[in-house]
């Protein structure tokens, strides 16, 4: 079945630090992958998607972009800030009408130090 | 943008009662909904889907008896976790398919549960 890897953490960096998550994923088809972010006691909030190959999500400074060819679908953030520390997480759509469930790797769990 | 709002946030119950945990799409229709269980700094366990109208489908391992859900409208789905035990205890969160903008999953705020 479909699965996502995702380094395990848990990160800790200093501020303005470089910021990568790597994330593979293993699917038939052509699935959408997403980053969340989950803050202390929170549900999850969309980070960032790309539903094709070579598509570039972003946003707050995160980027990611689909690799087919890696099946990879790194998070990268050139500059963290201490309001960054939370847990992310990696998933992926196998179909893109929302109507089957996300596939969620393990979660990373980041702390930024000032 | 798309909002799920989870009800209660917390909750605290005796062994035995039941409790009800609410998830309301309040800007959309969601005609499907996802409810997950976290254990603590543990990924997401995804426990069933609800499709409005009908039964929801449950993963292995869930059982259905225990954790109730409905879905009687296209804005709300409950889950009612019944004859509660403190091994019940956990993180619940649900999340929400908006049908307009397919592929677009909205979470809520969670729901912490602990029985006592």
């Known amino acids: 079945g479909d699965s996502v890897t995702q380094m395990e953490g848990p990160v800790t960096l200093s501020e303005e630090a470089f910021l990568t998550i790597n994330c593979t994923y293993t699917?038939?088809?052509?699935?959408?992958l997403f980053w969340y972010v989950q803050y202390p006691g929170e549900g999850l909030q969309l980070l960032l998607k790309a539903t094709k190959a070579d598509d570039k999500g972003s946003n707050k400074g995160f980027e990611a972009t689909y690799r087919k060819e890696t099946t990879s679908f790194h998070l990268e953030k050139g500059s963290v800030q201490v309001s960054d520390s939370a847990v992310y997480f990696c998933a992926l759509s196998a179909e893109t009408s929302g109507n089957t469930p996300l596939v969620f790797g393990k979660g990373t769990r980041l702390s930024v130090i000032a | 943008g798309a909002v799920v709002s989870q009800h209660p946030s917390r909750v605290i119950c005796k062994s035995g009662t039941s409790v009800k945990i609410e998830c309301r799409s309040l800007d959309f229709q969601a005609t499907t909904m996802f409810w997950y269980r976290q254990f603590p700094k543990q990924s997401l366990m995804l426990m069933a889907t609800?499709?409005?109208?009908?039964?929801?489908?449950?993963e292995q391992g869930v059982e259905k008896d225990k954790f109730l859900i409905n879905h009687a409208s296209l804005t709300l789905s409950t889950l009612t976790v019944t004859s509660a035990h403190p091994e019940d205890s956990s993180f619940y969160i649900c999340?929400?398919?908006?049908?307009?903008?397919?592929?677009?999953?909205?979470f809520g705020s969670g729901t912490r549960l602990t029985v006592v």
């Open positions: 699917a038939t088809g052509y699935p959408s």
């Open positions: 999340s929400a398919n908006n049908a307009r903008q397919g592929g677009s999953y909205t």
């Open positions: 609800s499709n409005e109208g009908s039964k929801a489908t449950y």
